[in-house]
């Protein structure tokens, strides 16, 4: 690998002292889900969208809502349910009698953090007016287009498919989250903890009362992700990460491979990872490290696979394995 230390510049301490900060905030609410908060700055960083998956109860919600009090940003939460109507999210066109015209009211995807909690209980129209939000980050009612506020991200909850009363998202739609992040089962000690923490009167409703406050702004995410912006990536590694994504074309688990915007999003994490972890330039551990959270929602396994028992993972695992990596 090519010489890095002439042509990159070192993180900021400070900012970097300031996304540590949303992490200890947010540890003061969620315990354990050390990944899926990583995730979540990561996403920050890159100004891209995450999708969290989880069985109901492993605070998925509770992770959104204290991440967005760490942070100075406008949040807005919609609740995802079978009769929600598109303009109940990007807004609508409302007739005021006074002065006899249509006037715009915007919707809760007006803000800077939207938690779209429960995404894949509400049918796909209503899913796919966040489309447009999402990639053009902007709402068009009535053929006018309405730039929305930066930053803007999307964190959207759901369960996991097999449950019953949801809607899967569309490739298109999945393509557009940047991160697709699982929540586990907490482990023994973790769970104890949450229920130490319950015993001694933590109340996840009042966020305030557990010493939750905002830490960062979006001056210091704006600050941090011109930095990241600046993060090396020698032309080896370069090629690293498309070469793990051409090997989910040819699979034979797969029948959708990653596509190249799928590519670009795993650059995209990489460099913010090697900022977390201090270092101006990208490593083939780093595109390793964000290689599944990056790429698990942008495959599909084969009928035939599924029933032999073959998960995403496995194929990525797998695909990892098989690519050659640059010294």
């Excluded at 482990?187 to 010493?211: K, N, S």
């Amino acid at each position: 690998m090519s010489d890095h230390t002439e042509a990159t510049v070192d993180p900021s301490p400070e900012l970097r002292a300031a996304l540590a900060g949303v992490r200890a905030e947010v540890a003061k609410a969620v315990v354990g889900q050390d990944a899926a908060v990583s995730g979540l700055i990561i996403a920050l960083l890159c100004r891209g969208h995450v999708l969290l998956e989880g069985v109901p109860g492993v605070a998925k919600t509770l992770l959104v809502r204290t991440l967005s009090a760490s942070l100075d940003l406008d949040t807005k939460r919609v609740q995802f349910t079978p009769d929600l109507m598109p303009g109940d999210v990007t807004g609508s066109l409302v007739y005021d009698a006074r002065s006899a015209e249509f006037s715009f009211r915007a919707g809760p995807v007006f803000t800077n953090l939207l938690l779209a909690d429960e995404i894949n209980r509400t049918p796909p129209k209503t899913q796919a007016s966040l489309l447009e939000a999402m990639e053009e980050r902007q709402v068009s009612v009535d053929g006018t287009p309405r730039p929305l506020p930066d930053p803007f991200l999307v964190i959207a909850t759901q369960n996991p498919v097999e449950y019953e009363g949801t809607y899967s998202l569309p490739e298109a739609q999945l393509d557009r989250f940047l991160l697709k992040l699982t929540l586990p089962l907490p482990e023994r000690e973790d769970e104890v903890e949450v229920l130490a923490r319950h015993a001694a009167g933590f109340d996840p409703r009042d966020l305030a009362a557990a010493g939750v406050k905002p830490v960062a702004d979006a001056d210091v995410l704006a600050r941090a992700r011109a930095e990241v912006a600046r993060v090396q990536v020698s032309r080896e590694v370069l090629a690293y990460a498309v070469d793990v994504c051409r090997a989910t074309r040819t699979s034979p688990s797969l029948s959708l491979g990653v596509s190249p915007r799928g590519a670009t999003a795993l650059l995209a994490t990489s460099r913010a990872w090697a900022w977390l972890s201090g270092r101006g330039y990208v490593t083939p551990d780093d595109v390793k490290a964000l290689a599944h959270p990056t790429l698990r929602h942008r495959v599909q396994l084969r009928a035939e696979a599924e029933l032999e028992g073959v998960t995403t993972e496995s194929v990525l695992d797998t695909v990892l394995a098989s690519v050659p990596v640059p010294r």
